[in-house]
């Protein structure tokens, strides 16, 4: 290990990391000088592989890594907390922040993880080739995306509720020894479903009369939802906000979102309210109002019928 003085940060080899090795997944852990910190790989089938990130290093901290695979992957990486950032030798850059996903391609690639001192950073990998997407997204779909060699990002976007939830599962996962590996593939199909979803749909049949002008404008009105979403404006308030119509702007949401205005704003309620009920053990009247819901037994009717589950189960359970 050594430290570079311009950016005061420890680096360590991944070939330096503790291995052990488990039943059902490989472990690798941070040496005890650097801080609390462990990888745990599952192989959850022969083309899909799951990686759970847990780090609390003591210092600025960049483990070292040459990824070479045999053949190209898809990586679904979901921020959970914290974030780090990835820097290659040939200057390739991605930053994974917590609330997003990133899907990126890579085929080989030698680089860094950096990590920030005495930050949490919980990160969520999917790892899968083109024999699974072309199995599940049909024939030549691995050809279209791994059209380009290194490290290329394909989409950045925020955690769907129903991946945040799906992921929730993994992490506390108390199936049984024997259907454990069965429990953990089912969530991490769900969450890679919803995920890949707008990536991986038909792009010949989006329409092509839509220009920057307009990405800017959907992307105007969904950050004002999400700053908003408390106290939301109406859809046609909205629409005069970013210079549209209610018409028109619809079609923006439908096109670049994949959903209805009303649609993104119950999805970033039920997103916000999910981790206020899992992190802080707060009351479902408490969450309700932090949300926007004057009544608590709406709320609770629009999150079950959300997620399935009550909001009373989500506090229980953390």
Known sequence: METKQATARWRISSDELQCRQQQDCLQQLLPE???LGQSTIFQLDQDLSYIQTCYT???DLAVLSRIEHQEPRLMVTLGLKGHSRFTGNSGDELVFNEGYTSI???ESSIGERQYQADKPTIQL???VNGNWLDRYFGENK???LFNKNGIQLLNYQPISPQAMYAAQQLLNCNASAATKRIFMHGCAM?????????LCEDTRSKSSAFNRKDAAMAKSARDILFAEFKNPPSVEQLAKRVGTNQFKLKKLFHHFFNNTPYGLLLE???TNAYRLLESRQCQVSVAADSVGYSHASNFSAAFIKYFGVSPKAIAKQH
Request: proline share 4%; net charge positive.
């Open 57 to 59: 290093p003591a210092k």
């Open 268 to 270: 970033i309620r039920m």
């Open 33 to 35: 000088d650097l801080g």
């Open 104 to 106: 990126t391609t890579i």
């Open 142 to 144: 691995a050809a279209h």
């Open 125 to 127: 990998r999917f790892s």
């Open 190 to 198: 769900s969450l890679l479903a919803v995920e890949l979803n707008h």
